[in-house]
T-cell receptor, first 112, second 115 residues
Framework: SQKIEQNSEALNIQEGKTATLTCNYTNYSPAYLQWYRQDPGRGPVFLLLIRENEKEKRKERLKVTFDTTLKQSLFHITASQPADSATYLCAPLSGGSYIPTFGRGTSLIVHP | NAGVMQNPRHLVRRRGQEARLRCSPMKGHSHVYWYRQLPEEGLKFMVYLQKENIIDESGMPKERFSAEFPKEGPSILRIQQVVRGDSAAYFC?????????????FGPGTRLTVT
């Protein structure tokens, strides 16, 4: 069955550093991969989508990579700030589907 | 443009009662999705609806759960004869008719507690 793995341990980093979160998937060949941010007690917020034919995508301080050979996506936040502290969800989609499969998410804590 | 609205935000039901969760999508959005999130677990897809049509209900439990998205009014997720295991956060998301980014806009969720 399809499996999406995100590090269950919280990532603690110092303000100003680059945070890197990992999403691995197995038994799956997604055509797209989305990243969402979720704050406690709130719904997820869409951040970025990357297509299988794109190696990298950037949006302001965010960068996402998509390696279909390794079956992995990396999510980077540069110059991190305490306000970036949240849980980040990886959500691959199959081609032709509007329904992503969400990973459990990784909690990021940025210390001032 | 108001975001996705869900109500109630918190709902307490006793075992055996019915729970009705409402979702108003963003203006102009015609696709609605329902997800369930249990503590320490990821979002699990339940059902995908367009106006007056259920497109995909592969994530819905076979019994006690139903969903609708009428021509007028909000989408409703209905849980009959609730059990303790139904306690969870239920999120609704919406998307426009032609969403080339596949982006979904989520509501704040309804937290259901079954006592």
């Amino acid at each position: 069955s399809q499996k999406i793995e995100q590090n269950s341990e919280a990532l603690n980093i110092q303000e100003g550093k680059t945070a890197t979160l990992t999403c691995n998937y197995t038994n799956y060949s997604p055509a797209y991969l989305q990243w969402y941010r979720q704050d406690p007690g709130r719904g997820p917020v869409f951040l970025l989508l990357i297509r299988e034919n794109e190696k990298e995508k950037r949006k302001e301080r965010l960068k996402v990579t998509f390696d279909t050979t390794l079956k992995q996506s990396l999510f980077h936040i540069t110059a991190s700030q305490p306000a970036d502290s949240a849980t980040y969800l990886c959500a691959p989609l199959s081609g032709g589907s509007y329904i992503p499969t969400f990973g459990r998410g990784t909690s990021l804590i940025v210390h001032p | 443009n108001a975001g996705v609205m869900q109500n109630p935000r918190h709902l307490v039901r006793r075992r055996g009662q019915e729970a009705r969760l409402r979702c108003s999508p963003m203006k102009g959005h015609s696709h609605v999705y329902w997800y369930r999130q249990l503590p320490e677990e990821g979002l699990k897809f339940m059902v995908y609806l367009q106006k007056e049509n259920i497109i995909d209900e592969s994530g819905m439990p076979k019994e006690r759960f139903s969903a609708e998205f009428p021509k007028e009014g909000p989408s409703i997720l209905r849980i009959q004869q609730v059990v303790r295991g139904d306690s969870a956060a239920y999120f609704c998301a919406s998307s426009p008719p032609d969403s080339f980014s596949y982006e979904q806009y989520f509501g704040p969720g309804t937290r259901l507690t079954v006592t």
